[in-house]
T-cell receptor
Framework: AQSVTQLDSHVSVSEGTPVLLRCNYS??????LFWYVQHPNKGLQLLLK??????LVKGINGFEAEFKKSETSFHLTKPSAHMSDAAEYFC??????????????FGKGTKLSVKP | ETGVTQTPRHLVMGMTNKKSLKCEQH?????MYWYKQSAKKPLELMFV???????ENNSVPSRFSPECPNSSHLFLHLHTLQPEDSALYLC??????????????FGEGSWLTVV
């Protein structure tokens, strides 16, 4: 069965410092992996996705994530945090082919705080 | 603007009321979804409609009743809800094809409070 674990429920960084949000997944298949961001009182916005192409995926707003099969990880990074990055971030793995189309397995989320 | 519009954005209803949440997507997608987001819980998939046919139910209580009249519109009809149903309800859409893992686009959600 697919699963995803976000290792930190809350991460706090200072503005201008690097961001690392950790995610590990479990999958019997070659997974598709996503990071979504949710700002306060907003819906979820896709940051980036991995679908078996390049292992280093670049997303919007300067974020990127690296798929590491040997570590079953898909950590999200950004070199320099901005105040507007404060939000909740969700790591997501998709159902395998032949399963429920579009059924996504969501992590519990990591809340990112950015201090001035 | 994600191309998925939900109304109302906020709804307060009593346990004996009947109300509906509405979702409209302007992306030409053929699949639509309802998700429930409760505090401190992962997102839960409630319903999936693909080509206007329901393909996933996930054992949702019958007090939630979805309706998909066409590929652009999705409703969630609510009746005799419980306070624990208070949550953010997210609508989403995607373009589905066999074996393809396509990106899901979310609306901004409808905040539901049951009193």
């Amino acid at each position: 069965a697919q699963s995803v674990t976000q290792l930190d429920s809350h991460v706090s960084v200072s503005e201008g410092t690097p961001v690392l949000l950790r995610c590990n997944y479990s999958s019997s298949y070659s997974p598709s992996l996503f990071w979504y961001v949710q700002h306060p009182n907003k819906g979820l916005q896709l940051l980036l996705k991995y679908t078996s192409a390049a292992t280093l995926v670049k997303g919007i707003n300067g974020f990127e994530a690296e798929f590491k099969k040997s570590e079953t990880s898909f950590h999200l990074t950004k070199p320099s945090a901005h105040m507007s990055d404060a939000a909740e971030y969700f790591c997501v793995v998709s159902d395998p082919p032949g399963g429920s189309q579009g059924n996504l397995i969501f992590g519990k989320g990591t809340k990112l705080s950015v201090k001035p | 603007e994600t191309g998925v519009t939900q109304t109302p954005r906020h709804l307060v209803m009593g346990m004996t009321n009947k109300k509906s949440l509405k979702c409209e997507q302007h992306l030409g997608h053929n699949a639509m979804y309802w998700y429930k987001q409760s505090a401190k819980k992962p997102l839960e998939l409630m319903f999936v409609y693909s080509l206007e046919e329901r393909v996933e139910n996930n054992s949702v209580p019958s007090r939630f009743s979805p309706e998909c009249p066409n590929s652009s519109h999705l409703f969630l009809h609510l009746h005799t809800l419980q306070p624990e149903d208070s949550a953010l309800y997210l609508c989403a859409s995607s373009q589905e094809s066999m074996g393809a893992r396509n990106t899901i686009y979310f609306g901004e959600g409808s905040w539901l409070t049951v009193v």
